[in-house]
């Protein structure tokens, strides 16, 4: 599966330098895909996807990311791929790992590959933000994306 827009509406008309960098996310749950895409890009990132845990480990190949988000996967921690990926890059960029089925030996194993944090579904939109402000670079006027955060959480639901 090849990369993916986040929303095909919105992909052509955003800026191609966003101030907080480009942010990759890689996971199946194209649905919280789309609204962690949403809430990313009000906090100044550009954001690619991809459907594909080997897709998404190719990207890191060909361009440098200031955040990734992966999915966990299923209990096999498929996302592990692109987290070994992303930790032998050079910046080592703060990846995320988000899990619908927490488990601790995945929990274990990501925090040893180097994930700088294991979300566990339902993340909502202050837990996200949150999350990226700890371990990401923000702009400062990406401040207004928190008074949304009510907003976007009424979308995702």
Known sequence: MAEQPCDDER???GPTVSPGGVALLVGENSARFQF??????ELGYQVRCSGSYDEGAKLLDSDAFALIVVSQGSLKFEGRRL???ASATSPRPPVLVVAQSPDVQCFLEAMQLGAAEYLTEPVTAQVLVRAVKTHARVPTDSIR???RTG???RNAA
């Open 11 to 13: 992909r052509g008309s």
């Open 151 to 153: 907003l976007d959480e």
């Open 36 to 41: 962690y895409s949403v809430l990313l890009e």
């Open 145 to 147: 994306a928190e008074a």
């Open 83 to 85: 987290l070994e990926r």
